[in-house]
């Protein structure tokens, strides 16, 4: 009888049985992370009170930014401050942006409705959001780094990443981002 078969038996089932799925499990979840969906952490409070600072959120790829809609909760990429950012997606591309002094934003020359606003500042500003990017400010305007201060207002849409939906944590935050 040889020994060599019942180590290789082994062998053969662990592989079958532990190995390859255990490989094609952790290949699937990659993928997944690539093309769908992702996590990411808040740097900073800009965007208190619907997202804590170090919050941790699920957000989905954007893979088309015409699906995406002014109120969005966005991630993108700032080359500017070479940082990942989340902040809500106010212009959109072709739009004319003010900000008076009372922090009223106005679209094309409407009042945007922004309930989510607790924290207003009285920082002003105009913009013309070139085709192609998009403008972005922090829900807590009075402590927000955002379109309003930075050298280039405009997030072309390739810095786009994604798309928040979901705080994860902390716990007491736990639900659907609106």
Not at 53 to 64: I, N, Q, Y
Not at 87 to 98: A, D, W
């Amino acid at each position: 009888m040889d020994m060599d078969q019942p180590a290789n038996s082994t062998f053969k089932r662990i592989l079958k049985e532990w190995i390859i799925p255990f490989g094609l499990e952790i290949l699937v979840i990659l993928l997944i992370i690539k093309f769908l969906f992702f996590f990411v952490i808040v740097p900073t409070g800009s965007m208190m009170p619907t997202i804590d600072e170090h919050s941790v959120l699920f957000a989905t790829r954007v893979h088309d930014t015409g699906k995406l809609q002014r109120g969005n909760i966005v991630v993108f990429d700032s080359e500017e401050l070479g940082k990942t950012m989340v902040k809500r997606l106010v212009g959109l591309p072709g739009e004319h942006v003010v900000i008076d002094e009372e922090g009223v934003v106005f679209i094309d020359d409407q009042p945007l409705e922004e309930d989510y606003v607790v924290y207003p500042s009285h920082l002003t500003g105009e913009f013309w959001v070139p085709e192609d990017c998009f403008l972005f400010l922090g829900d807590n305007r009075a402590n927000s780094k955002d379109a309003r201060m930075w050298e280039d207002p405009y997030i072309p849409g390739e810095k786009i990443t994604g798309k928040a939906i979901f705080t994860l944590w902390p716990f007491a935050n736990f639900g659907t981002l609106k």
